[in-house]
């Protein structure tokens, strides 16, 4: 009986395709991408990156791939919101009819549509949820952001390189928090270090003197954290530093969400000096960024709002172009996602791939100092880790 | 014969002033009783000490030889201790017909049932529209009561304490609030009350009071200082001194 | 005993910064029975317009104040006028909708306005930095916000308990149409309230700016906090929104510090717990 | 016609059709068969519609009926969905009708949870107390990750076909249509309830709780049953969501969610299941129609929607709606 009705059901979609087809043939088809993420609420900056980034690479590359037209659909998902995430997806798959899933800022949101894919013939790019589980769901899931272990991992090599062999981690307790203090931990203790401390902290905290605190009576010679992008941020950096846990030299580690670039100038000269480990800079230095960083500033309006996930959604979209390549613009999952396994291109971020295996993105980890050019505050690129691609595969459950 | 309603020795003290000071008292079944007192001698206090909505510091309360002085108020419900506020407390936006169900429901034991609707059972609508008519409420017990003239919500609070069959009855102020002209509505119900149940009226209405009450009790500053037939309290001197003297000292 | 007064100092600090922000709208609750959820809005709109006054017009710490506080009322004034008027006495889940609504305009607003940026406020010299105690550093902003804090909490006191306008707003509270039979002007009365409650939420959200950032979901981010600072203090009590504030700065604190994987358990049992001690808030009166 | 009192009752058919849930039921299930055919490319958004309708009416039991202010009813729908989802990942049960059993008790012993924390006080802090309880649910459901996932969601969830013939696919037809039954049983069963001797009860505790103890109810044993009540319904949408969605994640534990079911009730009408559904259809309608219009700042126009119902709709569309209508016929009738 099932059979019968799959059956059917897939004769009715070959039978659909087939004819898309043979429009195709004739008429240039418009080929819709749904994006979706935050673009209101508490992280409504994020989405608004993902969409300066695709207008971005829409002004530099055109809307057309071949004879087709791209056009994107914007949905909104304020907070991660699995079961909302799921609705818009397959509104946008049933009803939109797009060809293209991308965006998704929060792991729960791509989880949630990852089922979605296999029936709906859609590949899906996620531009920033940053677990590595996330590939392993479907086939058709390509990342172009990182993984936290990713962005992570090197971090211990410069903590030791540095000559520091105790580490107090101070983690944000949710799910990226836990992956980055795993990652760090993995790495430091494979390479000698010991982490003194472990301490996740929720991710409401306000006042984070009391937390320095215990940075400072642990005894550690540096800290590592993680906190993702937002206003908390501001009074991390703060509290390290009225706490006197800078001038006592502890130094700072963390991943490069903590002094994301539109944050930059609330933290000001409080952040100078801070080390971070994170796969891209506004301020690198290369043709293809200037180029980008040129275009997505003019799509974002206020060039101090650009930061990480515009970059991600960049190269999402110059994947994405590339599956209408290989495709001509029909409607195949598999040979889509196919055509993208092992791309190597030069991204503003510097050299990429899209690793065959997880398909996830191989890239260069850069390790970047806090420091003042002219009257702003950028990320300066100091050492370059390349080639990364994600250990946290090794660590998904199965 | 144990009486129905049996208080020794009652005390309250609010931050160390005694608002209820060694009261005792008996109700047999049939009695009327009217406690009667100028205004904060405590006739407040007294009826939540005896329905439990108050703990007492000291005394015992007994329902029918039960001590239920530390008993829920519920409880005492259950046990037949009803009574009636002074300020209509109803459901503004329910009918009549829904507040005698209500009570009638809750004696019967059927309150907690989920299923099944109190329109259609007989046995309970029956009563309940016995206790409409004995009131004369038939005629608006579909109306909400938010549209029911305030003597008829008089009448309503007193056919709920009747739903529950009480055997004792604190009827709080039970005309306070309507004008003269309708009081003989009430007193025409108070009238025909079941003669084995024993009532306890507080009220400030002289009329109604001599009218209603066998015995007359009197409380100020939370003591008893009369206890006797309504014919001799006028003539009391403690009695007036309460009265007189506490509107002498007036603030 | 180091650690100790380290975390009480640090504890002092963060419930002084709630107390301020807070206290306005114990005001509106308890004086005027509003259930205020767009306090936190206006708490936000102070932080902006000080951060406007200070870093893109260059003025000084204490005008950028100023213009805040001011700033806000102006801004508060008409919404008092022709929506909080209307939810004076109505139920509480009409205020809820009408303070949400109004909550969510204002975020949207700021989001058009300044977009979703952090915006910081520039301190003056004298307020950077850390001092040190003793024992160890504290921010200097901090011993600054305590100080605001202990003269909010004594100017407030005077203004309701000395002060012939304290008069009318305890009698309006109580018995509004007596007060009114009486002479009072109540629509007065309340409009001055519903300023002083704006202006205090704006000065907070503007001092407090250092430890809860301005950004557009200020407004929705902070408000639980808020409310139950309000809740357990006893709404409409100076006192008891002090005593709350402190308190519930200590639980933060001293949780974060001992057990920071359990600080959110920690601060929401104790917060289920002093709620079934003193159902009516600290300083609640009894009904 | 006459009832047993002698006394004259409208009984004749109309009035008795409007006693009964028949037309409610009708109503649904007109709406939803439409909704079927109308929208059927929308069919996730009607089912993530049907599930909140159930954390609206669970809400409407305590909020509406019985005068509980409440900020953390969600506490009540994750549980349900996590119960369901939990059952299904680590224990295998995926049939979709078990499933949704184990979160309608799953939700009811969340409510047995929930109501002896928050029935402690009153007013505001009553309203506090539930904040504090959506809070310390979440964080509970962050902390037990290896049960729940954490803040990744619990995913991975792959409910059987239904009844063994019909899976939920990307269309969503099995599980909108799934929602709409659910939604019919639980509407005439809480019809069934609201109308009860317990249901009259629980609108005296709501109108006046001293009168109804004066009547020697238990207030408290009114209230914590209906709490579980509530606990049941809100947990079969939870259930109904993990089936649809086949993942369940920290949001549907979140005082996000219990606030905008909460805006939701009042926008309907509270104390009326009609008020509660229709303020669910209305309200996501609206937010997804504006949010597709304007990713970027319908959150206004939402908030400007609220006002405007406060300022010209006080007792919710449904409510002032009724009302009206009553006006009317008491001004023709005089």
Request: hydrophobic fraction near 50%.
């Amino acid at each position: 009986m099932i059979g019968f009705r799959e059956d059917m059901m897939k004769s009715l979609f070959l039978t659909t395709v087939a004819c898309a087809m043979l429009g195709t043939a004739a008429f240039a088809d418009t080929i819709k991408v749904g994006v979706i993420g935050p673009f209101s609420g508490p992280f409504a900056l994020q989405g608004k990156n993902f969409k300066a980034g695709i207008d971005a690479w829409l002004a530099v590359n055109g809307n057309k791939v071949g004879d087709d037209e791209i056009e994107i659909v914007y949905r909104d998902i304020p907070a991660a919101d699995p079961a909302k995430s799921k609705a818009l997806a397959q509104e946008l798959v049933v009803r939109e009819k797009v060809q293209y899933l991308a965006g998704f800022y929060f792991t729960p949101d791509a989880m949630a549509a990852t089922p979605l894919l296999q029936q709906g013939n859609v590949p899906m790019v996620v531009m920033n949820a940053a677990t590595s589980a996330i590939v392993t769901t479907s086939p058709y899931v390509v990342r172009t952001s990182f993984t936290t272990w990713q962005t992570t991992t090197p971090m211990a090599t410069v903590a030791r390189e540095s000559g520091v062999s105790k580490v107090i981690t101070l983690v944000s307790d949710y799910g990226p928090g836990i992956d980055a203090e795993s990652a760090f931990k993995a790495a430091f203790e494979k390479d000698g270090g010991k982490v003194v401390e472990a301490i996740r902290m929720p991710l409401s905290t306000n006042d984070f003197s009391p937390l320095m605190q215990r940075v400072k009576d642990s005894g550690a010679e540096a800290l590592f954290a993680f906190l993702p992008s937002g206003p908390p941020t501001l009074a991390f950096v703060k509290a390290y530093n009225d706490t006197g846990l800078k001038t006592a030299g502890i130094k700072f580690l963390a991943t490069g969400d903590l002094t994301q670039e539109s944050d930059l100038p609330a933290l000001g000269e409080q952040a100078t000096g801070l080390m971070t480990t994170f796969h891209y800079a506004v301020s690198h230095d290369s043709p293809e960024n200037k180029a980008f960083v040129e275009a997505a500033s003019k799509a974002i309006g206020n060039p101090a709002e650009l930061s990480f996930p515009a970059v991600g959604a960049y190269d999402g979209m110059y994947v994405i172009s590339k599956m209408i390549e290989a495709t001509g613009g029909e409607q195949n999952a598999d040979q889509a996602v196919e055509a993208v396994k092992g791309l190597t291109w030069t991204s503003p971020r510097g050299p990429v791939t899209i690793d065959p295996d997880s398909r996830h993105i191989t890239q260069t980890i850069y390790l970047r100092e806090v420091a003042k050019d002219g009257d702003h505050y950028i990320n300066k690129e100091v050492k370059s880790f390349e080639k990364q691609g994600d250990p946290g595969l090794a660590h998904v459950k199965k | 014969m144990t009486p129905l309603l049996d208080i020794r020795s009652l005390r309250k003290t609010f931050g160390g002033l005694s608002v209820t000071n060694d009261v005792s008292l008996s109700l047999h079944p049939g009695d009327r009783v009217a406690l009667i007192g100028p205004n904060g001698a405590g006739k407040t206090t007294f009826v939540n000490l005896v329905t439990g909505a108050l703990k007492p510091d000291g005394g015992r309360v007994s329902l029918n030889g039960m001590d239920v002085t530390r008993s829920r108020p519920t409880e005492r419900v259950k046990r037949g201790l009803v009574r009636s506020f002074q300020v209509t407390r109803l459901f503004k936006d329910m009918t009549p017909e829904e507040h005698i169900a209500c009570a009638v429901l809750q004696r019967m034991g059927k309150a907690g049932r989920m299923l099944g609707r109190h329109g259609r059972m007989t046995d309970v609508m029956t009563e309940v529209g016995d206790i409409l008519d004995f009131l004369q409420l038939s005629g608006i017990a579909n109306v909400r009561v938010r549209e029911i003239a305030y003597g008829q919500q008089r009448l309503l609070e007193l056919a709920i304490a009747l739903a529950l069959r009480p055997r004792v009855l604190l009827l709080d102020e039970p005309a306070a609030g309507i004008p003269h002209a309708q009081t003989g509505l009430i007193e025409k119900a108070l009238e025909r009350l079941p003669a084995d149940l024993a009532v306890l009226m507080i009220d400030h209405d002289m009329d109604l009071v001599f009218r209603f009450a066998k015995r007359v009790i009197v409380l100020a500053a939370g003591s008893v200082i009369f206890d006797g037939s309504p014919q001799a309290v006028a003539q009391d001197a403690r009695v007036r001194e309460a009265y007189l003297g506490s509107y002498a000292h007036a603030r | 005993m180091q650690t100790v007064l380290s975390v009480a100092i640090d504890a002092l600090a963060y419930g002084m910064v709630l107390f301020v922000i807070s206290i306005g709208l114990s005001i509106t609750m308890g004086l005027m029975r509003v259930v205020n959820l767009a306090h936190g809005a206006f708490a936000m709109i102070g932080g902006y317009l000080a951060s406007y006054a200070a870093r893109d017009l260059g003025l000084g710490y204490a005008a950028a104040l100023l213009i805040a506080v001011i700033g806000t009322i102006i801004i508060a004034i008409p919404l008092e006028r022709f929506l909080y008027r209307r939810i004076y006495g109505a139920p509480e889940l009409t205020q809820v909708l009408m303070t949400i609504g109004i909550t969510f305009c204002i975020i949207g607003i700021a989001n058009f306005v300044f977009g979703p940026t952090l915006k910081t406020i520039p301190l003056p010299e004298t307020l950077r930095g850390a001092t040190d105690v003793g024992f160890r550093t504290i921010a200097t902003h901090r011993i600054f916000a305590i100080a605001i804090g202990a003269a909010i909490a004594v100017l407030l006191w005077c203004l309701v308990e000395k002060t012939s306008y304290g008069i009318r707003l305890r009698a309006s509270v109580d018995n509004s149409a007596m007060a009114a039979a009486l002479g009072v002007r109540t629509e007065l009365v309340y409009a001055a309230s519903f300023a002083i409650a704006v202006g205090l939420a704006a000065l907070g959200g503007a001092v407090g700016a250092e430890l809860l950032p301005v950004e557009p979901y200020y407004a929705l981010r902070y408000m639980v906090t808020f409310l139950v600072v309000v809740s357990i203090g006893g709404s409409g009590s100076i006192g008891g929104a002090l005593l709350a504030s402190l308190l519930l700065g200590a639980i933060d604190t001293t949780g974060r510090y001992f057990a920071p994987e359990y600080g959110e358990f920690f601060f929401y049992l104790a917060v289920i717990v002093i709620v079934a001690v003193f159902p009516r808030g600290l300083a609640g009166r009894r009904a | 016609m006459t009832d047993v009192l002698g006394r004259d009752r409208p009984a004749d058919f109309w009035s008795r059709l409007k006693e009964s849930s028949l037309p409610g039921a009708l109503a649904i299930f007109v709406v939803g068969i439409a909704g079927f055919f109308l929208l059927p490319d929308n069919l996730a958004l009607l089912t993530r519609i049907i599930a909140i309708a159930f954390l609206v009416l669970s809400l409407d039991l305590v909020t509406g009926y019985c005068g509980v202010a409440t900020l953390g009813h969600a506490a009540l729908f994750g549980a349900g969905a996590y119960g369901a989802g939990i059952a299904a990942v680590h224990f295998g049960v995926t049939d979709p009708i078990a499933m949704t059993i184990v979160g309608g008790v799953s939700g009811a012993i969340a409510g047995l949870v929930c109501g002896s924390v928050i029935l402690r006080a009153h007013g505001l802090p009553q309203l506090v107390l539930s904040i504090a309880v959506i809070h310390l649910f979440h964080e509970a459901a962050n902390k037990a990750s290896s049960w729940t996932g954490g803040s990744d969601g619990l995913s991975g969830i792959m409910p059987d076909p239904l009844l063994g013939l019909f899976e939920f696919d990307l269309w969503g037809k099995t599980a909108y249509l799934y929602g709409i039954g659910l939604l019919l049983v639980v509407f005439v069963f809480l019809r069934m309830i609201v109308h009860s001797p317990f249901g009259l009860m629980a609108r005296g505790v709501r109108e006046d709780h001293v009168r109804v103890a004066a009547m020697g109810v238990s207030v408290h044993s009114v209230l914590l049953r209906m709490y579980v009540l509530s606990g049941m319904v809100a947990g079969i949408g939870g259930a109904l969501s993990a089936v649809a969605t086949q993942v369940v994640g920290l949001d549907s534990l979140s005082f996000t969610l219990s606030a905008q079911a909460l805006v939701m009730l009042v926008v309907g009408g509270t104390g009326s299941l009609y008020g509660a559904l229709i303020g669910t259809v209305l309200f996501l309608f609206f937010e997804d129609v504006v949010s597709a219009a304007n990713p970027f700042h319908w959150l206004a126009i939402v908030g400007a929607l609220l006002i405007a119902v406060v300022l010209f709709a006080p007792r919710g569309l449904y409510g002032t709606a009724i009302s009206i209508i009553r006006e009317r016929r008491k001004k023709s009738a005089a």
